[in-house]
């Protein structure tokens, strides 16, 4: 995980300033952009059951190594002067198309590292997103001074060699009964296939799935889960607003107190620092607190302070006290949304159910800049952002106090019970 989200966040520097360079046009640059995640979001969405059917193991070897080849083909047929802004745009897809199934199959691979590892899955979550959060620190960093060192196109090269290394970790270094294909349960009430000895007829294999059902599957179990379905609503909205605030309201402030660039790199690496620090400490401890206080306490800090301060005209030092404070409650939400998804989903659904969670939670992202454009040009910042603060607090606070949240605490004991039967099971 830790080098291929790092290679592509090398990616997400180089990539955008090769084609501003190479084009001259910011309309292009943002196309090329699109046309990354737009594939990535939707693939990633279809390839639950693929991954559920031919294990997450396989699948994010190949992806990795399917995106290491279309990385690299854009140095590659640059220097040979065969790279024309169609052909990028189809390179591009097929990196987005790849990396979407690639980082679905690592995610569904945590819960049975946790079993191995007899850790709990706090723990586990925790760490995975210490290591998302220090690749999104350190690969921009990285990008950026291989950029104005050897140029951006050093920096897809490197993107490719990660997606490479990443392939070649997972096929040779883990262990070999790990990330293989989900066993389908067996249905309901059905009774035991008649005894060879008893029968001259031939044992008929089990009927498989088609892609289709398996897809139906996913999204029945999601959508009868009250629990899992309030927690994909709710991140959807925090995480469309979070793009806007991201995208819109940051830069504004910037531009208006007079910060500039600096500022929002100030604020956005004080943040990503105690989203790390956050998250460390919740891998050490949260399997040890109250789910649910966590969790919205977490969302009080990480939310509606952050929007309410560019609001209220701040001096810079309160800004970054705020953004401080928000970054480190940030860091203890995701171990336990991560903790809740895999211990309430089956594991024979686990690629689809998580896909499917989590494309629904991402799809406000691409309307958050726009609509927090059109909002800021026509009420101007303080109000926009007082208006989303409120609107973020009311999500995150407000909606806790609906019962079906109780359900967030139940399940601590599952946990343990699940790591002494896989314990047992290695054992026998």
């Known amino acids: 995980m830790a080098v291929s989200l790092t290679g592509t966040r090398i990616s997400g520097i180089a990539l955008p300033w090769f084609v501003l360079v190479a084009t001259g046009s910011a309309t292009r640059t943002g196309l090329v952009a699109f046309f990354e995640m737009a594939p990535y979001v939707l693939v990633k969405a279809l390839a639950g059951p693929l991954v559920d059917k031919v294990g997450p193991r396989v699948v994010s070897w190949t992806a990795d190594l399917a995106s290491a080849t279309a990385a690299a083909a854009v140095p590659v047929l640059h220097g040979s002067g065969l790279l024309s802004f169609p052909v990028l745009l189809a390179l591009v897809v097929l990196i987005g198309a790849a990396r979407g199934p690639g980082d679905l199959a ?115 179990f999601l959508r009868g889960d009250p629990l899992l379905f309030a927690l994909v609503v709710m991140v959807g909205v925090t995480n469309l607003l979070d793009a806007g605030f991201s995208a819109v309201l940051v830069p504004v402030w910037a531009e208006e107190s007079g910060n500039g660039p600096t500022g929002i790199g100030l604020v956005g690496s004080t943040a990503g620092a105690m989203a790390i620090t956050g998250s ?74 998580n896909a499917l969670g989590d494309s629904l939670a991402g799809s406000g992202i691409p309307l958050g800049g726009l609509i927090a454009g059109a909002a800021v040009a026509a009420a101007g910042l303080a109000p926009v952002a007082l208006a989303a603060g409120i609107a973020y607090f009311l999500t995150t606070s407000l909606t806790g106090l609906r019962p079906e949240w109780r359900a967030m605490d139940r399940t601590r004991g599952a946990t343990r019970e699940r790591a002494r039967s896989s314990a047992s099971d290695r054992s026998g």
């Open 106 to 220: 690592k995610e569904v691979m945590v819960p049975e590292a946790a079993d191995r590892g007899r850790v709990p899955l706090e723990r586990a979550t925790g760490l995975s997103g210490v290591i998302e959060r220090l690749a999104s620190t350190v690969g921009p960093a990285a990008g950026g001074t291989l950029i104005a060192l050897v140029g951006p196109l050093t920096g897809l090269a490197v993107n490719a060699a990660c997606f490479a290394a990443g392939s070649v970790i997972v096929t040779l270094t883990l262990p070999r009964s790990m990330g293989r294909p989900a066993e389908n349960p067996p249905p309901p009430n059905s009774q035991p296939a008649t005894s060879p000895a008893r029968s001259n007829r031939p044992l008929k294999k089990p009927e498989q799935p088609g892609y289709w059902q398996r897809f139906g599957e996913g999204w029945t």
């Open 280 to 353: 460390l400490l919740a891998a050490a401890i949260a399997h040890r607190l109250r789910r649910r206080a966590v969790f919205f306490i977490g969302f009080l800090l990480a939310g509606a302070p952050k929007f309410l301060v560019l609001a209220s005209g701040a001096p810079m030092g309160a800004v970054l006290a705020v953004f401080a404070v928000s970054g480190f409650g940030a860091g203890f939400i995701n171990p336990i949304i991560g903790a809740v998804l895999f211990e309430r989903i089956p594991r024979p659904m686990l690629g689809r159910v």
